[in-house]
T-cell receptor, first 112, second 111 residues
Framework: DAGVTQSPTHLIKTRGQHVTLRCSPISGHKSVSWYQQVLGQGPQFIFQYYEKEERGRGNFPDRFSARQFPNYSSELNVNALLLGDSALYLC???????????FGPGTRLTVT | EDQVTQSPEALRLQEGESSSLNCSYTVSGLRGLFWYRQDPGKGPEFLFTLYSAGEEKEKERLKATLTKKESFLHITAPKPEDSATYLCAVGRGTSYGKLTFGQGTILTVHP
């Protein structure tokens, strides 16, 4: 079975622009979580979605938003990009009610 | 606030030299402690889940244990392909989708 997939793999944006990152969960997984991983640190929780609703939010500004689609795929949107948004953005999926999360390969975002 | 601290930050071993990585945690209502392996530029790969003190799990050369305050990842007779960053994370009672991660331990195994 295919694992979690994310697109694009790499992205370079300029300060002030916006970006959309995409994630497809493992088949049968209905919960998707997003994390930001800055170089040298562990992943930080941004959002969790299942049944198309936000179920949890980390300590990130309102410039970050997300949504989940009927097929359980998800998008993460970041507006008004800052240099500090440069990071690896990870998507993880899980069975609803389980805390075992399986991660995708990530999207490397560079803001210049 | 949940806290996870991993030590050491970096560990260099010779092939065959066994050692342990430590993960100390503070969380209200622990609902699972998770170990992941992460290779450079890739997403974390799930290794183990531990739920209660005294629990142990093994996979090849890796063995994870859990106490009420910390977890250990024991690596027996490591090989160069075990080189990676090992991440520890905790889940809490009411937040199904949120894991709180430590900063990781960078393991390098020399042939």
């Amino acid at each position: 079975d295919a694992g979690v997939t994310q697109s694009p793999t790499h992205l370079i944006k300029t300060r002030g622009q916006h970006v959309t990152l995409r994630c497809s969960p493992i088949s049968g997984h209905k919960s998707v979580s997003w994390y930001q991983q800055v170089l040298g640190q562990g992943p930080q929780f941004i959002f969790q979605y299942y049944e198309k609703e936000e179920r949890g939010r980390g300590n990130f500004p309102d410039r970050f938003s997300a949504r989940q689609f009927p097929n359980y795929s998800s998008e993460l949107n970041v507006n008004a990009l800052l240099l500090g948004d440069s990071a690896l953005y990870l998507c993880a999926s899980s069975v609803v009610g389980s805390r075992e999360q399986y991660f995708g390969p990530g999207t490397r975002l560079t803001v210049t | 606030e949940d806290q996870v601290t991993q030590s050491p930050e970096a560990l260099r071993l010779q092939e065959g030299e066994s050692s342990s990585l430590n993960c100390s945690y503070t969380v209200s209502g622990l609902r699972g402690l998770f170990w992941y392996r992460q290779d450079p530029g890739k997403g974390p790969e799930f290794l183990f889940t531990l739920y209660s003190a005294g629990e142990e799990k093994e996979k090849e050369r890796l063995k994870a244990t859990l106490t009420k305050k910390e977890s250990f990842l024991h690596i027996t007779a490591p090989k160069p392909e075990d080189s990676a960053t090992y991440l520890c994370a905790v889940g809490r009672g009411t937040s199904y989708g949120k894991l709180t991660f430590g900063q990781g331990t960078i393991l390098t195994v020399h042939p």
